[in-house]
């Protein structure tokens, strides 16, 4: 997966049995050159290398989990989340499927809509 950000210890429920798992979730969106690590709540941070660009649009980054583990109830595995950033601030986790990879990093709207992104340069807009 290369370089990516992580959403550390965020809270979401099984989608199979119900409890709650936390653990970090890996991600491709806003700057990954230094492996920045978020909680909820926190602003995107953009630099050198790093994927899309900043948008007040609401987006889904897809998130991939962090330990093989999830659920310590039902062992499930291969889920995939989707953190939720609305105007560049992470505001949520939620479940995306049952999948070990998919090629899409970015949903965008609230139609979803699936695109994938490459690690570019940013270039700050003068
Ligand atoms: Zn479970």
């Given amino acids: 997966m290369g370089l990516y950000a992580t959403?550390?210890?965020a809270k979401i429920k099984c989608p199979n049995c119900g409890q709650n798992i936390i653990t970090?979730?890996?991600f491709n969106?806003?700057?990954?050159?230094q492996l920045p690590t978020y909680e909820i709540g926190d602003d995107i941070e953009w630099g050198a290398q790093s994927y899309g660009e900043p948008t007040s649009e609401i987006l889904y980054a897809v998130a991939y989990p962090s330990s093989e583990r999830l659920c310590s109830n039902c062992n499930i595995k291969n889920m995939l989340a989707l953190v939720k950033i609305i105007d560049n601030k992470i505001k949520g986790l939620e479940f995306y499927k049952f999948s070990k990879w998919v090629k899409e990093t970015i949903l965008i709207g609230l139609?979803?809509?699936a695109k994938y992104y490459k690690e570019t340069k940013y270039k700050e807009k003068v």
């Fill in 24 to 26: 970090d979730w890996q």
């Fill in 7 to 9: 959403l550390i210890d």
């Fill in 29 to 33: 969106f806003g700057s990954v050159s």
């Fill in 111 to 113: 139609d979803r809509k």
